[in-house]
Every structure is written in C-alpha cells, then in structure tokens.
C-alpha cells in the first residue's frame, strides 16, 4: 500500500525479490499539469507494468473495496507513503501489517519527518518499520536504521537517499517475519521525556515563508529542509511597491558583517545576492520568480535590476 515514489522503491524491490505480492493499494488517479490530465500515481504505473491487481479506492471503508480487499487474502500488509488506514484493514491480514516511516521512531511521527529532520538542523536520521495499531506511527517498532544527514544535504536528496535504505528494510523486515524471529521494542520504551519528543506535522503553503528576523543557520536550514519541494519562498517589495515571490531552491550563508536589517539586500548586480538575518547573511544561488522558470543568480541577475531600497518581506 502506497503512493509516491518512495514508495515505489519498496515495491521495486518485492518485485526482484520476486515475493507473491497479491495486489496494490493506491491513490485513485488525479488531475495534474496545466491540461489536468487524470495521471496515475508512480506505484500504480510501476505496478501495472508489472501485471499486478491495483486497487484504488476513494474510500478505504467501503464495503465494495473491503469485500476485493479480503478477496485477495494477503497474509501480510505492507504500507510506505499511504494514508491512515482503517482498523479492518491493517488487521485483515494474519500476520498484520507493519510500516515503514522515514525517521528514527519515536521522534519525527507525522506526515513530513523528512523536511522536518533537515529544518530543525538535525545531522542524523533513519528509517524505521513497525507494525500498524490505532494511534498513527506508534506501533511497536521492528527495525529501525540511523543515516547521517550531510550539513548541506536538501531534502531532495536525503529523500532519495532514505527511499534506497526504506526499500532495504523492508525486504530485511520481511525476512525477519517469514523466519519468525521478530524481537519487537516498544516505542515509549525509547521516550526519555514526551517535552523532548519531535514531531513532523504535514506541512503547508504558509509555513514555508521565510522569517529573516531568525537566525541564519535556521533561515539556511530551511532553505534546503524545503528544496526542492515544496519550496522556501520570501516576497520582494520593490521601490513602486510591486511585490514578487521568490522560491530559493539553493543557498549557502555566512556569519557576521551585517550592519543592516534583517530582510534587507546586498548584491553585486552581476553575480552575488545576499539577504540579512540576525547573525550572518544568506547567499542565495538558485531561485524561481513567479511565472518564470528556476534559474541560477547570475541569470536572475541578468533580468532583474535590484534597488538598494527593495526589501524582503
């Protein structure tokens, strides 16, 4: 069960492994692109190609899905990047169904561990199976694998990086369960305090703005815990008020040498572009003006003719 392309390296890998997978739940087909095309999910292509059952409910307690569901008479469920499941389901099959979340469980239970992880300056994280219960990503952990995140990893590429791992784990789970030899943990066993327990809630459009007033390693980490999706933005006011968003997908920073307030701009006019933060300044290197196609600085720079007196809001 499940939707992007994280999860489709999971399914990938059951397929070479070469495992009775007896069907495939997925998002129903959705509008997408400026012709709102109905378009497939990645796991619903990987596993038509490979003559798999798919199954796509819009409502996974209906009747008429639960009956083909039984139908299929799974005796282990696995899930990766699905939505919350009804109790029916994850307990229909004998074995149960376990999970695998992109964190190091109990921390970072939610919809976005990854971003979350990258933006709260973390320098390592993981992947965790556990098997499903009421209360989402608390079951009782399996396995559970550390990564350590580069200091300028982006999320995109910590992504791809857990998806590889993710996959691995799955198929080392499955092991386990055929073997019978599981040795599960309890996941308040591993909470020292719940104070201290972080969290990876679903992230939306406005938390994604960038406060200059913060600190410049957080205004950094944000930057790449966001890129390349869904993507820090800021908004440029100009001199005759006309207000641009701008998406940074990449940048580097440096401490000190700010005498200016925090938003305000310093650039070169050729190659360099510097925003103030409280502590240190961020260089951006990469970004997307509205109705414009994502460029580097020096092409941004080329176009766009920046005033001493435009701001960053």
Known sequence: ???????????????????????????????????????ASYVKMMAEAHGL??????????PAFLEEFKSLKANLGIVVAF?????????????????LHASLLPNYRGAAPINHAIINGETETGVTT???????????????????????????????????VGASLVIKTLRLIEK????????????????????A????????????????????NKIRGLSPYPTAFTEVSTSDNIVYKIKIYKADYDFGGVNQPAGSLK???????????????????ELQVSGKKRMDIKSFLNGFNIHADWKLV
């Open 83 to 99: 939505r919350m499941l009804p109790e029916v389901v994850w307990t229909m099959p004998d074995l149960g169904t376990f999970n």
């Open 267 to 285: 650039t070169d006019g050729k190659s360099c572009l510097s925003v103030c933060c409280n502590n240190g300044k961020i260089n951006i290197l």
């Open 1 to 39: 069960m499940g939707t992007p392309e994280f999860a489709g390296a999971s399914l990938k890998r059951l397929i070479d492994e070469r495992l009775n997978i007896v069907g495939v739940v997925t998002a129903p087909d959705k509008p997408a692109g400026r012709g709102k095309k109905m378009k």
């Open 53 to 62: 059952k798919v199954l796509q409910p819009t409502n996974l307690k209906d």
């Open 201 to 220: 809630p679903k992230i939306y459009k406005e938390d994604c703005k960038i406060d200059w007033h913060n600190d410049v390693m957080s205004v950094y």
């Open 130 to 164: 556990f098997f499903l219960k009421q209360e989402i990503d608390t079951g009782d952990i399996i396995y559970r694998e550390k990564v350590t995140i580069g200091k300028n990893e982006t999320f995109g590429a910590l992504h791809d990086r857990l998806m590889e």
């Open 180 to 199: 019978d030899k599981l040795r599960l943990k309890k996941q308040d066993e591993l909470i020292e305090s719940d104070e201290n327990l972080k969290s």
